[in-house]
Every structure is written in structure tokens, then in C-alpha cells.
């Protein structure tokens, strides 16, 4: 074993956390392979009764039950080996679901940062791929370490009964395959990481594909995609070849010492047969033995092998369930009490990545039950306040209060009921409409998600969908139109019925009478709650009470649309280069 292979540690934390489970059942599994192993060490014994009782002496009782055994034992053998088979199967299949369930759980506790650090590709082939590796590896040490090597030892021991002396000859090829095959497994290990990579790789390009594939058709980019796609195949390819290339060495290395011994066997047994007079049954069972062990030795010769390249998969997989659940404990905290809804940044600064600020020490206060309008230029950090509102990201220092709570103190989750979030670019679930309205939420009523729709002017298209509430939106709703899923998600909204509500316009341009719709709905969501609305159009910052206007992470002025028409500072500039025309005709 080299030092710096992981299969060791990998396999003793496997086996911890899945093997006392099974243990019951891999014994029921280990007593059919050792049936297994049993017969096929008796065929070979049998072989000296075939040459010396039917060939030599030509017992014809011999020939009469001398098949009969023979014929028994390799049923058995067929029978034991299906049993085992299966039995090792259902291990594995429960082994791979229990390991995804448990990643999946894992991932879903920890942060945006995240997912945002690793590509969907890469996290769909640790699920996916990696989570089978455990399964391969588990059967790999069940059938090697189990059927092959019992079945090796056992006709071992048929071979030393038969010639003691020529058995220890044996033994010393050994050594010589073990060293090479050390060699080997550092190649292996090297190729099996990057094999991964390349195939996180396609994966990675495929989802960009399916989810982009308008993009892909109006801007042409088939070319390049098509080049982008084969090189990650073609990577995969190269590394295929070269895995395969570096375990067939096993064979020459192989056939090599299997042939010095059976040279060794014959040239040896042959001398005691033809010098000694010794009869050739013993001989022919020695030799039938040493053929038999052929086949698992090779299997298992190849085994570390394989268990290196599961290894390297299974590692990945531990590396993100090791990960420290960042959710996970913040879900012990006290659970946030909103009485008023009064919403407060102090001093908050952030950056997502760590050389760049986004917010610098941003304060405002958004009053209970008030309508507070954050605008300012694209990027200055309107959207970031939300993402750090809802602790999707954490501030590096300052705090936000609600209602003299700090959020940083109170449970993830009763955060997050407080807010209902309508966002500037929607996300739909696959499913039906209904099931996206209600998403997480506990006994609603029919009547409740009608009334919802009907508040967000939502009811009246979805009733025109080929099945009403229970017509599919397709991947990511695409199979809705930009102000239909609009619409869906203030209708989420109002059925959340949360004190508080977070409003991310959409920049996209809707038609004047879409946006009417909207923006009737959206007066009606926010009526007597704390709603923070980032705002791009001029109707909505006019009916704020507060507006905030945000510059570079920081506020740089604060009062209602006419104080700061009249200061005409900033807000006053952003609202003659953002509004227009449309801000002389009102
Ligand atoms: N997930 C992210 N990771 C890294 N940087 C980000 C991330 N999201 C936003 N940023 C950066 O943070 C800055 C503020 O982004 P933010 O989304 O808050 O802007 P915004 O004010 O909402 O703009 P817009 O009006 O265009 O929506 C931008 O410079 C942006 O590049
Ligand atoms: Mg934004």
C-alpha cells in the first residue's frame, strides 16, 4: 500500500459509518461466498479421485458418482453465487441512497457562499458519480476480501494437502506482483482525480446548455459550445484511455508470475511423477487448484487497483461533508419575535469576495408598517442589503436589527418566515402553478391560493393555462412569460403572509399595462406591513415614505420624494437620469 494513497483511511470510514448496520446481513452474504469458495476447492480436490480412480485404477463405481458430485457441487456453487450476489447488491444500492440523502441534507444546510463557490456540475457528479463509488467500493472489499480470497485460501489448502513442499515454492512469487502493483496504484490514483474533474466538466456545460439553449440559438454560440463540449469529452476520452492503459499493466505483470509458477509445477510434479513413481491424481488436483486460483488471484491483484479510484471518488465526496454546515447551527438560536417590523442596518459593511466592498458601513432604518424605497445606480448594493436581510450572507461587521433583534442572534428559519421576498429575477420550481405558490407552506387551503392569485391579478392567466392551477411552468417556468412569473411570485408572496416584505423590482421593461397590473398588486401585498422595495420605476418611489438612496454600499440621502426633489442633491440627479421624461410629465 503506498503511504500517500487514501484508500486506507477512506475504506476504515466507510466501514465505520456502514458497516455495523450490515453486518447481520454481510454474514448471511460471507456464508454463500464461502460456499462458493467451499465447492470450487472441492472440484479441484476431486480431481485426484478422477486420474487415479478412473483413469489409473478404471473404477467404474468412480464413474458413476464421480460426476454426479461434480455436477452437484457447480450448482451449488451457480446457486450460492446469485444469492451472495444479491445480497451484496441491495447492501450497495442502500449504502449509495443513504450516502445521497445524506449529502443532499448537507448541502441544503450550508450557505449561498457555498454553492456560489462550486459549479452545479461540480456538485451534481458528487451526488451523482461519487455517491456510486461508495457502493463499488463496498462491494469491491465484499467480493475480494470475501468469495475471492476465501476461495483462494481454500484451495490453497487443497494444493498444500496435495504437495506441501511445492505450495511453499509458491508463495515466493508473491512479493514480486505485490511490488509492482504498488507502483501501479500511485498512476492510478493520479488519473482517477482527473478523470472527475473532466467529467464535472461536461456535466457542467450540458446544464449551461439546456438552461441557456435560447441564448445559445439567437446569438449563434452552437460553434463554440460544440468545441467547448468536445474538448470536456475528449478530456474525459484521453483520461479513459489512460486509466485503461495503466491497469492493463497488471496483466503482463501477471501472467508473468502465473506462468513461472505453473512452469515451476509442472517441471517439478512431472520429475516426482516420472523419477518416483507417485501417482498423477495428486498432481492433477495440485495443478487444477493452481489454475482455479488463477481467476480470483487476477481479480484480486486488480483489486487495489479499483479500490484507489473509488477511493479518490469517495474523498470528494467526504470533502463536502466535512464541510462545516454553516445553517446548521444558527438554527439553535432564539426564535426572532416580530411585534412592529421595524427593520435597521448599523454600520453594516460587507464583501463577497474579500478585496472588494460592497457595503460600507451602510445605515438606514426602514419604520414598522412603512414603505421604505432603497434606489440608486445599478450595482451600488440594493440587492446585497436583501441578500444580508435574509442571512443569506453574513456582514463582516456591523448589525441589522429587527425590532431591536439582532438577526445575527435569532433562528435562520423564524428569519426567514418573517419575510416574503418578491425577487428581481423569479425562480420557479418544475412543477405545477399550484405547487409553486404554496412551495414550503403547511395547510393551505384552495380557496387561500385563489385568493392570492386573484391579489396579484394572477388568477385570470392561470385559469386560461391548459390545466388551470395544475398546469406544469416548466424548467425554471419557461414555459411563462416574464410578467406571468412576475405575477406567480407576488401571488407567493401574498400567500406567505409574512410582516414583513421585500420588494426587488425587475429592471426588464414590462408593457405599461402588465406593469399597472403589477403594480396595483404589489400596493395591495404591502398595505399596513414593513416593505422595503428596491425600486426602478418612478410610481413606486413616489408612493414611498422613506427613500434611501444608496451610492457605492453607502446612504447618501434620505427623506420622501419631495424633501428630496427640493434638496436636489443626488436623488434628485438619479431621478432626472433614471425617470426622464417621465419624471417632467408627473
Ligand atoms: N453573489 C455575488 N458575488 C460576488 N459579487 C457580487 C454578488 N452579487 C453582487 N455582487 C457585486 O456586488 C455589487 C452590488 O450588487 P447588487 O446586486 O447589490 O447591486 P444592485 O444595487 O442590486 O444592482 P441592480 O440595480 O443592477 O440590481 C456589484 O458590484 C456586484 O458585482
Ligand atoms: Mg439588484
Not at 270 to 278: E, K, L, N, P, V
Request: include cysteine.
Amino acid at each position: 500500500m503506498t503511504s500517500d494513497a487514501p484508500v486506507w483511511p477512506v475504506v476504515k470510514r466507510l466501514f465505520g459509518e456502514h458497516a455495523r448496520e450490515y453486518i447481520p446481513r454481510y454474514a448471511v452474504a460471507f456464508f454463500f461466498m464461502a460456499i462458493v469458495a467451499g465447492s470450487t476447492a472441492l472440484t479441484a480436490w476431486l480431481m485426484r479421485d478422477v486420474i487415479n480412480d478412473v483413469f489409473v485404477k478404471q473404477d467404474r463405481q468412480a464413474l458413476t458418482w464421480l460426476p454426479l458430485v461434480i455436477a452437484g457441487l457447480f450448482m451449488a456453487k451457480g446457486f450460492a453465487a446469485y444469492i451472495q450476489e444479491v445480497l451484496l447488491s441491495r447492501i450497495g444500492n442502500q449504502i449509495v441512497a443513504h450516502m445521497q440523502k445524506r449529502l443532499y441534507d448537507h448541502m441544503l444546510r450550508m450557505d449561498v457562499k457555498f454553492f456560489q463557490e462550486r459549479s452545479s456540475g461540480e456538485l451534481i457528479t458528487r451526488m451523482s458519480t461519487n455517491a456510486q463509488a461508495a457502493r463499488e467500493m463496498m462491494n469491491l472489499l465484499a467480493v475480494g476480501l470475501g468469495r475471492d480470497l476465501l476461495t483462494v485460501i481454500s484451495l490453497f489448502v487443497v494444493m498444500a494437502l496435495q504437495d506441501p513442499l511445492l505450495s511453499c515454492v509458491l508463495i515466493v512469487v508473491g512479493p514480486g506482483a505485490a511490488y509492482g502493483m504498488r507502483q501501479l496504484s500511485r498512476r492510478v490514483k493520479k488519473v482517477a482525480g482527473s478523470e472527475v474533474n473532466s467529467m464535472i466538466q461536461v456535466v457542467s456545460t450540458m446544464r449551461e446548455t439546456t438552461q441557456g439553449i435560447r441564448i445559445i440559438k439567437s446569438f449563434q454560440l452552437e460553434d463554440k459550445m460544440r468545441e467547448q463540449m468536445a474538448a470536456c469529452i475528449e478530456a474525459v476520452q484521453r483520461l479513459n484511455n489512460k486509466m485503461v492503459a495503466v491497469k492493463a499493466r497488471v496483466n503482463p505483470l501477471l501472467e508473468a508470475a502465473a506462468g513461472l509458477a505453473i512452469a515451476a509445477a509442472v517441471a517439478y510434479a512431472g520429475w516426482r511423477t516420472i523419477s518416483h513413481g507417485q501417482s498423477p491424481g495428486e498432481f492433477f488436483a495440485f495443478i487444477a487448484a493452481l489454475l482455479m486460483a488463477g481467476e480470483p488471484l487476477r481479480r484480486l491483484s486488480r483489486l487495489q487497483l479499483q479500490l484507489v479510484t473509488c477511493a479518490v471518488q469517495i474523498k470528494m465526496l467526504y470533502d463536502v461533508l466535512d464541510t462545516p454546515a454553516v445553517e446548521a447551527e444558527a438554527q439553535a438560536k432564539p426564535q426572532l419575535v416580530v411585534r412592529r417590523g421595524e427593520v435597521r442596518f448599523d454600520k453594516t459593511s460587507f464583501a463577497y469576495t474579500d478585496n472588494t466592498p460592497v457595503l460600507n458601513e451602510l445605515s438606514f432604518t426602514a419604520p414598522a408598517g412603512k414603505t421604505t424605497a432603497l434606489v440608486g445606480l445599478s450595482g451600488s448594493g440594493k440587492t446585497t442589503v436583501f441578500n444580508l436581510l435574509q442571512d443569506l450572507w453574513r456582514p463582516s461587521s456591523g448589525a441589522i436589527y429587527i425590532d431591536n433583534q439582532s438577526i445575527a442572534d435569532v433562528s435562520l428559519s423564524s428569519l426567514r418566515r418573517q419575510m416574503a421576498l418578491v425577487s428581481q429575477d423569479v425562480f420557479m420550481f418544475e412543477g405545477t402553478v399550484r405547487e409553486n405558490l404554496v412551495g414550503a407552506l403547511k395547510d393551505v387551503s384552495e380557496d387561500a391560493v385563489i385568493a392570492a392569485a386573484r391579489a396579484a391579478h394572477a388568477d385570470e392567466f392561470i385559469r386560461r393555462l391548459p390545466q388551470g392551477y395544475d398546469t406544469p411552468v416548466g424548467e425554471l417556468g419557461g414555459r411563462l412569460s416574464g410578467g406571468q412569473r412576475q405575477r406567480l411570485s407576488i401571488a407567493r408572496a401574498f400567500l406567505k403572509d409574512a410582516p414583513i416584505i421585500l420588494l426587488d423590482e425587475p429592471t426588464s421593461a414590462l408593457d405599461s399595462e402588465t406593469e399597472r397590473i403589477i403594480q396595483t398588486a404589489l400596493q395591495s401585498l404591502t398595505g399596513g406591513r414593513t416593505t422595503i422595495v428596491i425600486a426602478h420605476r418612478l410610481a413606486t418611489v413616489a408612493q414611498a415614505d422613506v427613500i434611501h438612496v444608496l451610492d457605492q454600499g453607502r446612504v447618501v440621502e434620505s427623506g420622501n420624494q419631495a424633501e428630496l426633489l427640493r434638496r436636489d442633491g443626488r436623488y434628485a440627479r438619479l431621478h432626472r437620469l433614471q425617470f426622464g421624461d417621465l419624471a417632467a410629465q408627473s
